[in-house]
T-cell receptor, first 115, second 114 residues
Framework: AQSVTQLGSHVSVSEGALVLLRCNYS??????LFWYVQYPNQGLQLLLK??????LVKGINGFEAEFKKSETSFHLTKPSAHMSDAAEYFC?????????????FGTGTRLTIIP | KAGVTQTPRYLIKTRGQQVTLSCSPI?????VSWYQQTPGQGLQFLFE???????NKGNFPGRFSGRQFSNSRSEMNVSTLELGDSALYLC?????????????FGEGSRLTVL
C-alpha cells in the first residue's frame, strides 16, 4: 500500500524565513504526489502536484517541491514565509496507478508564522 | 466555473440519529469521493463513486453509506450516529478522465454529535 509520512506536526518560522515542510513517501510504483493546504474552517486546496514530469514542481503562492526518488522525498519549500501562509499542509499520494482516484494523506503539518 | 458545493456546512445531531450530507461536484466531473477528517485520525478515505457506481471503499463500518445520482451529485449517510462520528466530512470531485489524480475539495460539512 502506498503511504506518506510528514515529519513534524507543527512547524514555526519567522516571517520572511525559509519554509520547509517534509514529506516522505512509500510506493511500489512511480507515485503521483500532491501537497494540499487547508485554511481554518475550509476545505483542501491543491498547492502543487508531481505526476512524473519535471522533478521540481512549482505551485501556487510561491511554493515548490522537489521529487527525489533516491530519498523517497517530496519536501515543500517557500523561500520567504508570509503571514498568510499560516495553515495546515497535507502531503498525499494517489492510487491513480491502480485505476482509482483515492488519495492517501499524511497526518498534516501545521505551519505557524512568527511576526 | 462553480466549485464543489457541500450542504449543510454545519449540523448538530444526537447519538442514535442519522444524517445525510450532500455534495455537488464541479460541472463535468464524474468522480466523487468522501473523506472524514478528525483531529485524532486525520483525513481518512470513506468511498468514491464514478458514474453512480461505488468504485472504492475505505475501512468504515456499514453505518456509513453513500450514493451517486445520474447528474453526479452525491450523498453520504451515517446511521445510528456515535459521538466518534463528530468530524469534518469533505467531498472531492475529479474529472477521472484527465488522469492526474487531482481532487477538488468542497469546504466540508462539520458534523457534531452530542
Amino acid at each position: 500500500a502506498q503511504s506518506v509520512t510528514q515529519l513534524g506536526s507543527h512547524v514555526s518560522v519567522s516571517e520572511g524565513a525559509l519554509v520547509l515542510l517534509r514529506c516522505n513517501y512509500s510506493s511500489s510504483v512511480p507515485p503521483y504526489l500532491f501537497w494540499y493546504v487547508q485554511y481554518p474552517n475550509q476545505g483542501l486546496q491543491l498547492l502543487l502536484k508531481y505526476t512524473s514530469a519535471a522533478t521540481l514542481v512549482k505551485g501556487i503562492n510561491g511554493f515548490e517541491a522537489e521529487f527525489k526518488k533516491s530519498e523517497t522525498s517530496f519536501h515543500l519549500t517557500k523561500p520567504s514565509a508570509h503571514m498568510s501562509d499560516a495553515a495546515e499542509y497535507f502531503c498525499a499520494v494517489s492510487d491513480l496507478n491502480f485505476g482509482n482516484e483515492k488519495l492517501t494523506f499524511g497526518t498534516g503539518t501545521r505551519l505557524t508564522i512568527i511576526p | 466555473k462553480a466549485g464543489v458545493t457541500q450542504t449543510p456546512r454545519y449540523l448538530i445531531k444526537t447519538r442514535g440519529q442519522q444524517v445525510t450530507l450532500s455534495c455537488s461536484p464541479i460541472s463535468g466531473h464524474r468522480s466523487v469521493s468522501w473523506y472524514q477528517q478528525t483531529p485524532g485520525q486525520g483525513l481518512q478515505f470513506l468511498f468514491e463513486y464514478f458514474s453512480e457506481t461505488q468504485r472504492n471503499k475505505g475501512n468504515f463500518p456499514g453505518r456509513f453509506s453513500g450514493r451517486q445520482f445520474s447528474n453526479s451529485r452525491s450523498e453520504m449517510n451515517v446511521s445510528t450516529l456515535e459521538l466518534g462520528d463528530s468530524a469534518l466530512y469533505l467531498c472531492a470531485s475529479s474529472s477521472a478522465t484527465a488522469n492526474t489524480g487531482e481532487l477538488f475539495f468542497g469546504e466540508g460539512s462539520r458534523l457534531t454529535v452530542l
